[in-house]
């Protein structure tokens, strides 16, 4: 009686820290249920993951990643929980929807992404069945060779996220993922991509669509996403700035897409399109454009619950603006793959028109 709890392991990282994976072994930074990570950098001296090959000759899968796994719920078996992707041998996954894996912020995550097998990746930053307690604010994943982002299930919110020239996915959703997002930039450029689809966002409820509850379901908001606008260099396998599919539900709101190839806001299978056609998912209040169909029934299930007109119909209807153009949403200079410029100009409609309605005092309200 009377004796503490022990505290949480934490793993604790200075700001202005450079962390050089070994590249023979391939590492990663896995922090396993229970622990914390404590990684906080400033914009002067943020904390970056990087490659431990010198300046110039580092490469996309130089090493591994960083894993963060939690004890909130996912759609998945608990008896025993899920193994992550990616070779690792560790679970996540529990009951705790406020679990707290600890703090991320100013942190930059480059040269990462290995797969140990086909279809099981480490990717830039992974999430498994992280809580709502963390802070991950200011992370960018550059040169990822897999999916930046991936949330596997789990509550965890994130803001001020940056995803630059990833070969897969830039945010991936599975397992029953049901936290929120704002303020992101998600730019691909136009040689890189891997033999699978690489999507602004790729979502599912999981691998075979199933009812499996709860549903993934994130909730996003002030995020742009920044295709190749069909630069002659564009990777064939560079799709969609969303791809929402197998029985997935979403919110999208105050947002801008542009440039992708074969779609802007993609519905994919008959789930899918029905809970965004009856009204249980949300995309309003953005601005659409793509290089082709900025609005797309990506199969013909799709098609049968709703047609790409009456997407198109459907989201003006509720405060999206379509363009033909991109350079009508007026950014500075998006499409320079270089030295980007993501702002809006003076007159820009990204300047106005949002609306938050309906969500929660997580997200920060601006015009």
């Given at each position: 009686l009377g004796r503490r709890a022990p505290p949480l392991p934490l793993f604790s990282i200075p700001k202005g820290t450079i962390i050089k994976s070994d590249i023979s072994q391939k590492g990663a930074l896995i922090i396993e249920r229970g622990a914390r990570i404590e990684?906080?950098?400033?914009?002067?001296?943020?904390?970056?993951?990087?490659?431990?090959?010198?300046?110039?000759?580092?490469?996309?899968g130089d090493w591994g990643g960083v894993i963060i796994l939690g004890n909130a719920?996912?759609?998945?078996?608990?008896?025993?929980?899920?193994?992550?992707?990616?070779?690792?041998?560790?679970?996540?996954?529990?009951?705790?929807?406020?679990?707290n894996s600890g703090i991320m912020r100013y942190v930059r995550i480059e040269w990462a992404g290995i797969a140990a097998e086909p279809g099981s990746e480490i990717n830039g930053l992974t999430l498994g069945g992280v809580g709502s307690g963390p802070t991950l604010e200011y992370i960018q994943v550059s040169y990822g060779n897999d999916d930046a982002y991936e949330f596997f299930g789990g509550t965890v919110n994130a803001k001020y996220l940056v995803a630059y020239a990833?070969?897969?996915?830039?945010?991936?959703?599975?397992?029953?993922?049901?936290?929120?997002?704002?303020?992101?930039?998600?730019?691909?450029?136009?040689?890189?991509?891997?033999?699978?689809n690489g999507n602004g966002v790729e979502?599912?409820?999981?691998?075979?669509?199933?009812?499996?509850?709860?549903?993934?379901?994130?909730?996003?908001?002030?995020?742009?996403?920044i295709g190749p606008n069909g630069d002659p260099n564009t990777n064939a396998q560079i799709s969609y700035a969303n791809r929402w599919r197998r029985n997935v539900r979403f919110e999208v709101h105050n947002s801008v897409m542009m440039?992708?190839?074969?779609?802007?806001f993609g519905l994919e299978g008959t789930?899918?399109?029905?809970?965004?056609?009856?009204?249980?998912?949300?995309?309003?209040?953005?601005?659409?454009?793509?290089?082709?169909?900025?609005?797309?029934?990506?199969?013909?299930?799709?098609?049968?619950?709703?047609?790409?007109?009456?997407?198109?119909?459907?989201?003006?209807?509720?405060?999206?603006?379509?363009?033909?153009?991109?350079?009508?949403?007026?950014?500075?200079?998006?499409?320079n793959w270089d030295n980007p410029n993501y702002m809006p100009m003076v007159g820009s409609p990204a300047l106005s028109g949002a609306s938050f309605t309906g969500l929660d005092t997580f997200f920060?309200?601006?015009p």
């Open positions: 990684a906080v950098g400033t914009a002067q001296e943020p904390i970056v993951f990087t490659s431990g090959k010198a300046a110039g000759e580092r490469a996309r719920p996912t759609n998945r078996p608990l008896s025993p929980a899920p193994l992550i992707e990616g070779g690792v041998d560790r679970r996540y996954g529990g009951a705790d929807p406020d679990d990833t070969s897969d996915d830039d945010l991936d959703f599975d397992f029953g993922y049901t936290g929120k997002i704002q303020f992101a930039v998600i730019q691909r450029r136009p040689e890189i991509a891997d033999t699978d979502a599912d409820n999981d691998g075979s669509g199933s009812s499996a509850t709860p549903f993934t379901r994130p909730i996003l908001s002030n995020v742009t996403w440039g992708y190839p074969k779609g802007g789930a899918t399109a029905t809970e965004y056609s009856n009204g249980n998912s949300l995309f309003r209040n953005n601005l659409v454009h793509a290089f082709t169909n900025p609005y797309k029934s990506i199969d013909g299930n799709a098609a049968s619950v709703i047609s790409q007109n009456e997407m198109q119909i459907k989201a003006e209807a509720e405060g999206c603006i379509t363009y033909s153009n991109a350079n009508d949403i007026m950014l500075v200079d998006p499409f920060s309200n601006v």
